[in-house]
């Protein structure tokens, strides 16, 4: 039985663990929904959805990042892994 999968979250839980995030991060900020959606660019409605049921297009969500000053957090998403030995990068040339 492979356990690997057993600590991982759903595609859901991580959107509204995300979004709750956020809207922590904007009240911190003292930012009203109103006025991350202006400063964002990211229409009201969507901001509201985002933060009820954590759906945002990519593009939205960047825009709060950027905002919320958040946005370097990406650039660890997709991150390629380093290797901790030889044999691991044996293996992945073998792929």
Not at 2 to 30: D, G, H, L
Not at 74 to 87: C, G, H, Q, R, T
Request: aromatic share 8%.
């Amino acid at each position: 039985m492979n356990t690997n999968f057993i600590n991982f979250k759903t595609p859901y839980e991580v959107s509204m663990e995300i979004a709750e995030k956020a809207k922590a991060k904007r009240k911190y900020m003292k930012l009203s929904q109103q006025k991350l959606a202006e400063k964002s660019g990211v229409s009201l409605g969507s901001l509201k959805r985002f933060e009820r049921t954590g759906e945002i297009s990519l593009s939205s969500l960047l825009k709060l990042a950027l905002v919320l000053d958040s946005l370097k957090d990406f650039d660890v998403l997709f991150e390629k892994p380093e290797y901790a030995s030889i044999e691991e990068v044996l293996n992945d040339k073998n792929r």
